[in-house]
T-cell receptor
Framework: KNEVEQSPQNLTAQEGEFITINCSYS?????LHWLQQHPGGGIVSLFM???GKKKHGRLIATINIQEKHSSLHITASHPRDSAVYIC??????????FGTGTLLAVQP | DAGVIQSPRHEVTEMGQEVTLRCKPI?????LFWYRQTMMRGLELLIY????????DSGMPEDRFSAKMPNASFSTLKIQPSEPRDSAVYFC??????????????FGNGTRLTVT
């Protein structure tokens, strides 16, 4: 079992829909990162959080340390949100452990 | 992310050739990471540096891989000799905080390596 599991692996949505991507982890962590990677493109850091909730524009990230779970929400989704979203956790090993990513396609 | 410049963007080479990937981070970073991304394995950490000193190279797959950071503004990842299974996208990333995992990451655009 991977230490970081993301679900779903693939997600197709219609423009305007509310989207949720989940990340569960099995190790103790100090921080959780959400990253975005557009097809053929570089990787952008969206959020780093260790507790509670963060919001940036239409993106919201939450984390529940007790349940070892984080969610990334996208409100009013748009085709330009189509990308791979990657969850990564960091803690005792001083290195990030990455999930395998969620491929999101938002159709107009 | 303009904070990390990688070159080349694309590299195609023949098996057995030496390949050198370059990374120029902005100043002020604490940590520099080299990652490899493949469809099968996702993102894998190869090596990371703190203040130009290699801290953990346990992710370097074989002796064919080596990395250097001669100064705070430059790092290289070298593969010699290259093999087809080295084909991947190689990313350089930095953190601008005191932690290797608890500070936001800034990635370069990556180098897509194809070894034929």
């Amino acid at each position: 079992k991977n230490e970081v599991e993301q679900s779903p692996q693939n997600l197709t949505a219609q423009e305007g829909e509310f989207i949720t991507i989940n990340c569960s982890y099995s190790v103790g962590i100090s921080a959780l990162h959400w990253l975005q990677q557009h097809p053929g493109g570089g990787i952008v850091s969206l959020f780093m959080l260790s507790s509670g909730k963060k919001k940036h524009g239409r993106l919201i990230a939450t984390i529940n340390i007790q349940e070892k779970h984080s969610s990334l929400h996208i409100t009013a989704s748009h085709p330009r949100d189509s990308a791979v979203y990657i969850c990564a956790v960091g803690g005792a090993t001083n290195k990030l452990i990455f999930g395998t990513g969620t491929l999101l396609a938002v159709q107009p | 992310d303009a904070g990390v410049i990688q070159s080349p963007r694309h590299e195609v080479t023949e098996m057995g050739q030496e390949v050198t990937l370059r990374c120029k981070p902005i100043s002020g970073h604490d940590y520099l990471f080299w990652y490899r991304q493949t469809m099968m394995r996702g993102l894998e950490l190869l090596i990371y540096f703190n203040n130009n000193v290699p801290i953990d190279d346990s992710g370097m797959p074989e002796d064919r891989f080596s990395a250097k950071m001669p100064n705070a503004s430059f790092s290289t990842l070298k593969i010699q000799p290259s093999e087809p299974r080295d084909s991947a996208v190689y990313f350089c990333a930095i953190t601008l905080g005191p932690s290797s995992y608890n500070s936001p990451l800034h990635f370069g655009n990556g180098t897509r390596l194809t070894v034929t």
